[in-house]
């Protein structure tokens, strides 16, 4: 009996502790549901976009691409899902697009902010701005340009040997072939053109002529500071040869008087080397006499036998 009560006991805490940690789960996913941000659009063409991927806003990733449906059979508009991490303040008023810094990075959406005092609530609808135009977009609205630009090109040199087959003409040079759709040109207007050329070659002339005076006036500026600074060199090699002499003859000076002290200690330390030597043999004498006779040196004679006092024997 009291196993059963034992087993059923085990059972019924097993069941509690279940439904706490369930109840546990459903509020950790209520409150992280709450946090988060879930906005929905609509895209023309998803260009490589894949679920997981990034979603930012002013550059930096406040979420995830969480969902990808084509809205039809034809595959001409998605329904993309996205989730902010937080309860970021998006305003109602912004736009969501395509993002995609290089040719070879991952596809990413790019929430780019708007004005609006609104925010966006979880579940709303955000408006997808139109894709920037890629390179063949942008190869294609410049290629009229380019032709255009082409065209007055060509229309230049068409004038150009307008002009020059006029000057021949005036100046009796053999007649180059006619250009197709040239005008014409008269004598005055061929003689102003050349006035013109002659006064602009006139005037890079003189700017040719002014640059090289300035040129010239530059080099000779620098040779004069050549000069000068080849100047101040020899000045300073005579500077440093009578240095140098000046040194040398110092030198010999000291050289000689090093010598002439070193004698002058010599012959002072001579006669006090003798004397030591002197000194040093008498000491050894008064020594040697002091081991055999010291009464002879302390008293300065042989010593006498005091009263009651006898010598010994023989």
């Known amino acids: 009996m009291s196993k059963q009560i034992n ?31 879930v906005l929905r659009t609509r895209l023309s063409g ?3 976009l894949r679920v997981g991927a990034d979603v930012l806003m002013s550059g930096f990733s406040v979420g995830r691409v969480i969902a990808i449906q084509p809205l039809d059979m034809t595959v001409r508009a998605f329904e993309v899902t996205i989730r902010l991490d937080q309860a970021w303040q998006v305003p109602d008023d912004s736009t969501v697009t395509l993002h995609q810094s ?29 894709p920037a135009p890629g390179l063949l977009d942008t190869v294609s609205q410049l290629a009229p340009r380019v032709t255009a630009l082409l065209d007055k090109i060509g229309e230049a040199a068409d004038q150009a040997a307008a002009a020059a087959a006029s000057v021949n003409r005036v100046l009796g040079f053999p007649a180059t072939a006619a250009q197709p759709g040239a005008e014409p040109a008269t004598v005055g207007r061929v003689l102003a053109d050349t006035h ?14 002014d640059e090289t005076r300035k040129t010239l006036l ?20 005579v500077q440093l040869s009578a240095l140098t002499a000046d040194s040398a003859g110092d030198l010999r000076r000291m050289v000689h008087d090093s010598e002439f002290v070193l004698h002058g200690l010599a ?19 008064l020594a040697q006499q002091m081991r055999d006779n010291p009464s002879a040196v302390i008293f300065g004679r042989p ?11 023989p």
């Open 303 to 313: 010593p006498h036998d005091e009263p009651g006092q006898h010598k010994p024997k």
């Open 7 to 37: 087993r059923h006991r085990r059972v019924g805490m097993t069941v509690m502790l279940l439904l706490m940690l369930a109840l546990t789960v459903a509020v950790s996913v209520r409150l992280y549901n709450s946090e988060a941000l």
């Open 267 to 285: 012959r002072a330390i001579n006669p006090l080397l003798e004397d030591l030597q002197a000194l040093t043999a008498n000491l050894n004498d």
């Open 102 to 130: 290089n040719p070879i990075d991952v596809v990413r959406l790019n929430i780019v902010p708007g004005q609006s005092p609104g925010w966006f609530k979880s579940g709303d609808r955000i408006a997808a701005a139109a």
């Open 46 to 48: 998803v260009a490589g």
């Open 196 to 209: 013109a050329t002659l006064t602009a070659t006139t005037g890079a002339v003189t700017t040719v002529n």
């Open 218 to 237: 530059a080099v000779r500026t620098s040779l004069e500071q050549l000069q000068t600074i080849g100047r101040h060199g020899d000045s300073l090699m």
